[in-house]
């Protein structure tokens, strides 16, 4: 498809710059601690925040390919929390 | 401006702002689980919303169906990750903080 009109692409873009900061912003709370719990959440925030960013900058360029990409990253984003909250506790299932 | 032009910037507005209100609940909320809770609704609420725009800019191609696939999967799993952590931690003896203990400053 074609881009959107400048106006469009430009609040996406625009937006897509606001996740990043915010992502910056919840940096914090993955130096901080306290708890290991508390960076994968942290972590998984990013990591959402960047599926969002990757499928804005889709939306603005008008290249549907990153969409792909924001897919395999949300996948990821997913097994990462569950393969860690799997692993640590001793026994038994999670979910 | 078209419509789908007013409710794309309209709904990327929202999305935003949930997921201003995410970032602010993950770094100035008490402990874990009050996090947990600001990370999964706030969060998931606001990449939804803003997926729902990327959907509507896309129009009626079959990357719009693609995006809307993107945003139900954010909307399962994402919720499920921290669930998932949530019980991790309380299974490692994690205590929930209560309005007890030392005078309700945030680490």
Redesign the interface.
Known sequence: ?SA??P??SG??LG?AS??AA?AV??L??VL?G??M??R???V??IG??T??IL??V??ALGE?MY??V??VY??L??LM??A???F??ERGG?? | ?TPA?IA??LL?AA??FF??V??VG??RLPD?YT??HA?SKS??L??VL??G??AI???G?I?AV??V??LL??FV??P??????????Y??G?EPWTADDSGGEP?
């Open positions: 498809m959107p009109s106006l469009v609040v996406l937006a606001a996740f915010l912003v919840v914090y709370r901080r306290p708890t719990q508390d994968v959440i942290a998984n925030v959402s925040n599926v969002v499928a804005l889709a939306a549907p969409l792909d924001a897919l949300a996948l984003n997913f929390s569950i860690i909250s799997k640590t506790v999670v979910i | 401006m032009e794309v910037v990327v999305g935003t997921a201003v995410a970032a993950v770094i874990l996090r947990t990370a969060d998931t606001g990449a803003t997926l725009a990327v800019t896309f129009g191609e990357t693609k995006t696939f993107l999967f954010m799993t994402n499920t990750a921290a669930h998932a952590i949530a019980r991790a931690a299974d490692q994690i680490e």
